[in-house]
C-alpha cells in the first residue's frame, strides 16, 4: 500500500478545505435567497445557523476523517465497533458526491461560458429582455452547455491528476487568492455606486417584517439548509481532507477559521450584489436568475461593464472550479480507497463516468424539458439538487453526528480524543449534551421540513 499524501502546508489545508467550502452555494446561491427573504433578518438567522450546526459538524467530519486516514469510502469501516453496520453511510456518502457534481459541473459550465459572453461583448447594448434572452437561449442548447460542461470536468481532473500537492493544493491557492482580490475589487466598485446606500441597509439592517411575511419557519429552514450546503457538510467532502492532514493541530480551531473564510466570501459577495441591485434599481428578489439574468444588466448599465462583468464571472468560475476540484478529489480518493487504484486511473475511469454522469441535467434543459420531477417548470437539476440538498445532506450529517456521540458508534471519547489532537482551540467539554442530545433534534427538524416544505404547496 502506498503511503497516503499530505498536504504541504497549514495553508494549503485551509485554502483547500475554504476553496470546497467557497463555491456557487456562497456566490449565487446565498446572495438570491438572501434577496428572496428580504436580506439582513435573513442574513442574521443563517450566521447563528453557522455556528451552532455547522461548526460542529465539520469538526466531526474532520475527526472522522483524520483519525480513519481514508476516504468516506472506507472511513467507517475503519473506526465502527465490530458487527455494527455504520458504514452503510459510505454508500449514501458517495452517492451525494457524484449526484452534486451531476448538476454542480452544469453551472460551473455557464459561469466559464459566462466570462467569454462578458469578454466577447455580447451583452453591449442589449435591453434587459435580450439579456435575459441570452440566458434562456443558451439553456436551449443541449451542444453548446454539453461543450463546456466538458471543459469544466477536463479542467478540474486535469488538475487533480497532478496530485494533491502539485495539482490540487497549489492551484487551489493560487485560485483563491485571485477571488479574494477580485472580490475586494468588485466590493468597492459596487458600494461606492451613487445610490448603493439603499442596498446596504436591505441588507445590513434587519426587518423582521419581513420575515413575518414568509413564516417564520420557512426563513429559518431555508437558513438552516444554507448552512449545511455552504459548508458542504453531510456526504464526506470535508472529511477526506482531515484525511490528508497532520496532527499538529486541533481540529476545532482549524474548522472555525474554514467557517469564517467561507463566510467572509459569502457576506462579501453580498456586498457586491445588492449596493448594486438598489444603484440601478433592480430588484435583487429575482430567484436563480439573480446572477445570469439580473446582474448583467446591472453591469451594462455600469461605466466600465464589460471589465467588471468580466471580473465578476472570472470570481464566479473559481468558486465554482475550487468545489468542483475538491470534490473530484473526493471521487477518485473513493476509487483509490476501494480499489487500490492508482491516481492517474482514478483519474480517467471518474472523468468519463462524470461527463456522462452530467448529461440528464444538461438535457433536462431542452430535450427533456417536458419532464418535471417536482412539479410544474423544474427540471432534472431540481431533481438532483433535491436528493442532495434535502435528503443526503441533512441525513448524512445526522449520521456523522451520531456516530461521534453515541457509545454505539465511534463514541465521544474517541471523537473528542481526535478533535483536540495538536495545538489551538479545543471541543468546549459543556458542548457534549447540546451536540448529543439537541443538535440531532435540530437536524432531524430541518429534515422533515424540508418534505413539509416542498410538498405542502
Ligand atoms: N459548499 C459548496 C458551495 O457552497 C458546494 C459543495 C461542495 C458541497 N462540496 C459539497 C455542498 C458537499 C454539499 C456537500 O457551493
Not at 284 to 293: A, I, N, Q
Amino acid at each position: 500500500m502506498e503511503k497516503r499524501e499530505k498536504f504541504s502546508s497549514r495553508l494549503g489545508f485551509i485554502l483547500i478545505s475554504a476553496g470546497c467550502a467557497v463555491g456557487l452555494g456562497n456566490v449565487w446561491r446565498f446572495p438570491y435567497i438572501t434577496g428572496k427573504y428580504g436580506g439582513a433578518a435573513f442574513v442574521l438567522i443563517y450566521l447563528i445557523f453557522l455556528v451552532i450546526l455547522g461548526l460542529p459538524i465539520m469538526i466531526m467530519e474532520f475527526s472522522v476523517g483524520r483519525a480513519s486516514q481514508k476516504s468516506a469510502a472506507r472511513s467507517f469501516h475503519v473506526l465502527e465497533p465490530k458487527g455494527t453496520k455504520w458504514h452503510i453511510e459510505s454508500y449514501f456518502a458517495m452517492a451525494g458526491n457524484y449526484l452534486l457534481m451531476m448538476f454542480y459541473t452544469t453551472v460551473g459550465g455557464w459561469m466559464i461560458a459566462y466570462v467569454f459572453k462578458n469578454i466577447s461583448g455580447e451583452f453591449t447594448g442589449l435591453s434587459p429582455e435580450e439579456v435575459g434572452g441570452v440566458f434562456n437561449g443558451m439553456l436551449a442548447q443541449p451542444v453548446y452547455m454539453t461543450v463546456w460542461m466538458v471543459i469544466t470536468v477536463l479542467l478540474s481532473f486535469f488538475i487533480c491528476s497532478l496530485g494533491l500537492q502539485n495539482g490540487v493544493e497549489r492551484i487551489t491557492k493560487i485560485m483563491m487568492g485571485f477571488l479574494f482580490v477580485i472580490l475586494i475589487i468588485l466590493c468597492i466598485r459596487s458600494v461606492t455606486l451613487d445610490g448603493a446606500i439603499e442596498g446596504l441597509k436591505f441588507y445590513l439592517v434587519p426587518d423582521f417584517g419581513k420575515i413575518a411575511e414568509y413564516g417564520i419557519f420557512e426563513v429559518v429552514f431555508a437558513a438552516m439548509g444554507q448552512s449545511f450546503f455552504t459548508l458542504s457538510l453531510g456526504i464526506g467532502a470535508m472529511a477526506i481532507f482531515g484525511s490528508y492532514l497532520s496532527k499538529e493541530r486541533t481540529l476545532t480551531g482549524e474548522s472555525i477559521s474554514i467557517c469564517c473564510l467561507d463566510t467572509l466570501v459569502a457576506i462579501m459577495a453580498g456586498l457586491v450584489i445588492f449596493p448594486a441591485c438598489f444603484a440601478f434599481g433592480v430588484d435583487p428578489g429575482e430567484g436563480p436568475g439573480l446572477v445570469f439574468v439580473t446582474l448583467p444588466n446591472i453591469f451594462n448599465q455600469m461605466a466600465g461593464g464589460r471589465i467588471f462583468g468580466t471580473l465578476f464571472f472570472v470570481f464566479m468560475s473559481f468558486a465554482a472550479l475550487s468545489s468542483i476540484i475538491a470534490v473530484f478529489e473526493n471521487i477518485i480518493s473513493f476509487s483509490r480507497d476501494l480499489f487500490g487504484w492508482e491516481r492517474k486511473k482514478a483519474v480517467l475511469v471518474n472523468l468519463i463516468a462524470i461527463i456522462l454522469l452530467s448529461m440528464p441535467c444538461v438535457l433536462g434543459f431542452n430535450v427533456f424539458s417536458s419532464f418535471a420531477p417536482l412539479g410544474a417548470g423544474t427540471t432534472i437539476q431540481d431533481l438532483e439538487d433535491f436528493i442532495v440538498s434535502n435528503n443526503l445532506l441533512p441525513l448524512g450529517s445526522l449520521v456523522y453526528l451520531l456516530f461521534c456521540t453515541s457509545r454505539y458508534g465511534w463514541g465521544w471519547k474517541n471523537f473528542i480524543k481526535e478533535a483536540d489532537t495538536g495545538k489551538g482551540v479545543k471541543f468546549p467539554k459543556w458542548a457534549r449534551f447540546y451536540v448529543s442530545y439537541i443538535l440531532p433534534f435540530i437536524v432531524l427538524f430541518i429534515f422533515v421540513m424540508g418534505y413539509v416544505q416542498k410538498f405542502s404547496r
